[in-house]
T-cell receptor, first 115, second 113 residues
Framework: SAVISQKPSRDICQRGTSLTIQCQVD?????MFWYRQQPGQSLTLIAT?????????ESGFVIDKFPISRPNLTFSTLTVSNMSPEDSSIYLC????????????FGSGTRLTVV | AQSVTQPDIHITVSEGASLELRCNYS??????LFWYVQSPGQGLQLLLK??????LVQGIKGFEAEFKRSQSSFNLRKPSVHWSDAAEYFC???????????FGKGTTLSVSS
């Protein structure tokens, strides 16, 4: 299975600012996913990021708020823009793609607190 | 609609007792099934996964799960729970194409002494 390095692991940010989260995969993966886990909740899919195309966002998530980049098959970033306290969550990236038997690896998560 | 249901929000078991966490799924394609554990303040750790073959799968930390296609279930079991097993447990479903996992709402496990 792929190994994903995610950073930062945690951050405390001021409202109105933006934070970019990075995920580096140790092998090429066709799909990457970004999830949000609000306090005490399960994981909710934000978007699917494919290399060379715009990310596909789930209902309730928009590109202006959560811009995603996927410049190659081993790297992706998620930016949380114009943050408010409601954005305080754990954000996780995951790999996926064809042959799901070796996919579905998660990064260790970014714990974001907005004050 | 595709979904994963974990009927038990919170379970408390005594240390040394057996454990079963329930998971039911509704999925249009052949499911790939997963159980993850999350300790407070930590990321997700994969306990076990089922893709095909033997319907009883063994995982880490002494956990096992049984896939029952007729019941659309993938219940997690452990014969003897340790205090360190107290955590949040998530069941998830995916597929061979590797599209995004769908997660259940999770079950919080507490272990009493």
């Amino acid at each position: 299975s792929a190994v994903i390095s995610q950073k930062p692991s945690r951050d405390i940010c001021q409202r109105g600012t933006s934070l970019t989260i990075q995920c580096q995969v140790d092998s090429q993966v066709t799909m990457m996913f970004w999830y949000r886990q609000q306090p005490g909740q399960s994981l909710t899919l934000i978007a699917t990021a494919n290399q060379g195309s715009e990310a596909t966002y789930e209902s309730g998530f928009v590109i202006d708020k959560f811009p995603i980049s996927r410049p190659n098959l081993t790297f992706s970033t998620l930016t949380v823009s114009n943050m408010s306290p409601e954005d305080s969550s754990i954000y996780l990236c995951s790999s996926g793609g064809a042959g799901g038997s070796y996919g579905y690896t998660f990064g260790s998560g970014t714990r974001l607190t907005v004050v | 609609a595709q979904s994963v249901t974990q009927p038990d929000i919170h379970i408390t078991v005594s240390e040394g007792a057996s454990l079963e966490l329930r998971c039911n799924y509704s999925y249009g394609a052949t499911p790939y099934l997963f159980w993850y554990v999350q300790s407070p303040g930590q990321g997700l750790q994969l306990l076990l996964k089922y893709f095909s073959g033997d319907t009883l799968v063994q995982g880490i930390k002494g956990f096992e799960a049984e896939f029952k296609r007729s019941q659309s279930s993938f219940n997690l079991r452990k014969p003897s729970v340790h205090w360190s097993d107290a955590a949040e447990y998530f069941c998830a479903v995916g597929n061979q194409a590797g599209t995004a996992l769908i997660f259940g709402k999770g079950t919080t496990l507490s272990v009493s002494s």
